[in-house]
């Protein structure tokens, strides 16, 4: 329906199909949905007599002359013409349009509009809008739309192509239920697309951008409603929590949880009393210890005899969250597995022991190792579970259905989901985007940290560079992290190597390590190593690089081109240092330091804590930012949305409204369409 070619409108002109297309217009209903992206008001006519210089106004006369002329100099057509309202007179000025010439004659009743200018003759207009006083005004004498144009396509064009087709829009599908339409006040689609093309008044224009934002919200909420709901057609595996057990794990660690950390657990700890799979979000600072209750829970899902697999984004990653896993829970008698692709250990019986990789995934696959940790892909492409019951996911928020099937091993029984991520995304956003899962926050942090930011102009280079000469001899491990480079690796590279050559004149080369994306994991290690370890004092990398470290000596950050970040990824990069008790530096290195790099940068001195940023973030740079342009794969649509309380209300009661009337929308086959529709458009894995 309305999927026919633009061709198919009857006059249309072959020459502008090309110029259309670039815009995305192929069909009528792109037409239709093409929305202005601007208005001006048009629709009060002032005399002539009143008009000042400057203004952007409507006039209405009678042509009184109209001449054909030649510029003196570049002999450019002009075409003029005077118009006369009974008040006084007005000329209007084209550049080479010949053509006007033959629509615009002596005695006809015009309106004109544009930016009044003024000379020693008096007032006149630069290639004004006009429109006949006979014709359906669309063009003048209302409020007039304008679209996003390109070269032979104005949107005087498309406001007459619009014209013809938009009786058109009837046809149009209301995936919307009526109840909700009349609850909110929103009127209907195709009441909507006119409105917003042709409006009457700028009422109709708010209400109907009212109703899109509102259907956007709505359909993809109720999308990840449904999926949320749709998991409760599984079962999970059946997990008691043994209170004994727990406390003696509590016990047992060398610190007391934290009250969010508590908090966060028992929320996890209670999915699991549930029959149907959960699928919940932690979300919590760098270093307000995730890991620790991931972990605890972990020990509970053994307990139960079934298998946990934690998943995380680098080899680097996997192998620290081993090694804390043998640090707190050795005593405990389960058997942990590393699986990377060149480094595979087991731990078991108080040993860590280097294996094949083949024999670790036959003793996964028989149900020998309880605790595995490998990288996201590692897992779930290579290996398959006895009884898998846990599965924890670092920095990945979704996991679809489908990529849980993967990691069962048992139709209709599906494991329990974790994603833990270190991106403070304020409560209402994350709500709103992760409507299909449950959330934990973590917001208190474990130790105080001690961090000093220092924000820094070049001048102060060499400066700082001696700063941390000094307190290299006394034991201090400094990260140097590279503008942010997005998308080429090999980009990325060369700016860690620049780094590296611009370092080598103040430190000595044995000191400095580089960390990129590109390097083997095997060399990562090595350098990762090497850092622990003290030979290498100076670790300078990328900022996606290792995200989720821990080093507790490493003091000391340089962060380059600092202006680059958003305020809550800086947060969330300098979270890296200030871990081990000993005061933290952080310096901020700024290319040109403007007063407004200033400032926002300021936010990061003194804010409390990542949501704080984040929040900042999200009204200074809006929610693309906070959720990271690359992850959240949301089309902008829905992305304008997220900020609005009023329509996140409406969203959220709406769902409620008709889910609880009719589960299946077995009554809203439209509803339905347009939502299977969206689940297309929109990846959320
Ligand atoms: P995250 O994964 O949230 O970034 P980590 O799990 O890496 O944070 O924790 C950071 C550090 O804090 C680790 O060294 C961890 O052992 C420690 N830690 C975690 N919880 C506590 C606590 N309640 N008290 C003291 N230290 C803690
Ligand atoms: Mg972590």
């Not at 503008?483 to 370092?503: D, M, N, R």
């Not at 609880?660 to 347009?674: E, G, N, R, V």
Request: glycine residues 6%.
């Amino acid at each position: 329906m309305l999927n026919f070619p633009l061709t198919s409108i009857k006059g249309i002109w072959r020459k502008n199909i090309s110029g259309l297309r670039k815009l995305g217009l192929l069909t009528v209903k792109d037409l239709l949905f093409y929305f202005p992206t601007k208005y001006k008001d048009f629709s009060k006519v002032k005399k002539i007599s009143r008009l000042k210089i400057g203004e952007e106004v409507v006039i209405k006369g009678k042509i009184v002359k109209t001449e054909l002329k030649k510029t003196p100099k570049k002999r450019r057509t002009i075409f003029e013409i005077i118009v006369d309202d009974g008040s006084g007179l007005i000329k209007g000025v084209w550049f080479g349009k010949l053509y006007l010439s033959k629509i615009l004659k002596e005695n006809q009743v015009i309106y004109l509009a544009g930016k009044t200018y003024f000379d020693k003759y008096g007032f006149y207009f630069l290639e004004p809008i006009y429109e006949f006083e006979s014709q359906l005004k669309i063009h003048l004498a209302r409020i007039v739309p304008f679209y996003k144009e390109t070269k032979g396509i104005t949107s005087r064009y498309l406001r007459y192509l619009i014209q013809k087709i938009l009786p058109l829009a009837r046809k149009i599908e209301e995936p919307l239920p009526k109840e909700i339409l009349r609850k909110y006040h929103l009127p209907e689609k195709s009441q909507a697309i006119s409105w917003l093309h042709q409006p009457k008044n700028f009422l109709q224009i708010k209400l109907a951008q009212k109703r899109f934002d509102f259907e956007n919200l709505f359909l993809f909420q109720l999308l990840l409603t449904l999926k949320k709901r749709s998991l409760k057609k599984y079962l999970s595996p059946k997990i008691e929590i043994d209170k004994n057990f727990l406390n003696q794990i509590l016990n047992s660690l060398p610190f007391k949880l934290t009250f969010d950390q508590t908090k966060a657990l028992f929320e996890i700890l209670s999915d699991f009393k549930k029959s149907y799979p959960s699928n919940r979000l932690l979300e919590g600072d760098v270093g307000s210890g995730k890991t620790i209750v991931a972990l605890i829970a972990s020990m509970v899902v053994l307990k139960n005899k079934y298998q946990v697999a934690v998943l995380v984004p680098t080899e680097i990653l996997a192998y620290q969250h081993f090694q804390t896993a043998i640090k707190f829970f050795s005593n405990f008698n389960f058997n942990f597995g590393l699986l990377l692709s060149k480094n595979c250990r087991i731990f078991s019986g108080g040993e860590s022991a280097k294996v094949k990789k083949e024999s670790l995934k036959r003793e996964i696959k028989e149900g020998e190792i309880d605790l595995v940790f490998g990288t996201h892909a590692l897992l779930y492409e290579e290996v398959s579970f006895k009884s898998l019951g846990f599965v924890v996911i670092d920095e990945q928020h979704r996991f679809g259905v489908k990529q849980r099937k993967k990691l069962t091993y048992q139709k209709d029984v599906l494991p329990h989901f974790l994603s833990m991520t270190a991106t403070p995304i304020p409560r209402t956003l994350a709500l709103a985007v992760y409507a299909d899962l449950d959330l934990s926050i973590i917001k208190q942090m474990p130790k105080k940290r001690k961090v000093i930011t220092k924000i820094v102009a070049q001048e102060g280079r060499s400066k700082v560079y001696q700063f941390i000469k000094e307190e290299i001899k006394k034991g201090s491990k400094v990260f140097v992290v590279c503008p942010l480079i997005e998308e080429s690796k090999v980009l990325e590279a060369e700016s860690v190597t620049k780094q590296y050559e611009k370092l080598k004149k103040f430190f000595s080369e044995e000191i400095l390590g580089v960390l990129y994306g590109k390097m083997k994991p095997e060399e990562k290690q090595n350098v990762i190593k090497n850092f622990i370890e003290g030979k290498i004092k100076i670790l300078i990398s990328t900022s996606v690089v290792e995200v989720g470290i821990d080093i507790p000596e490493a003091n000391i950050m340089i962060i380059e081109g600092a202006q680059q970040f958003g305020l809550a990824s800086l947060h969330q990069i300098r979270g890296r240092i200030g871990r081990g008790g000993k005061m933290g530096f952080c310096f901020l290195f700024c290319d040109k330091l403007t007063p407004s790099v200033k400032k926002r940068l300021k936010a990061i001195q003194e804010a409390k804590d990542g949501f704080e940023l984040a929040k900042k973030d999200l009204e200074i740079r809006g929610p693309g930012e906070v959720l990271g342009k690359k992850q959240h794969g949301l089309p902008d649509r829905i992305m304008k949305v997220l900020n609005d309380p009023e329509i996140l209300k409406l969203s959220k009661e709406g769902i409620d409204f008709i889910l609880k009337k009719d589960c299946a929308l077995t009554q809203y086959p439209f509803l339905k369409k347009a939502i299977l529709e969206i689940g297309d458009s929109v990846h959320l894995e």
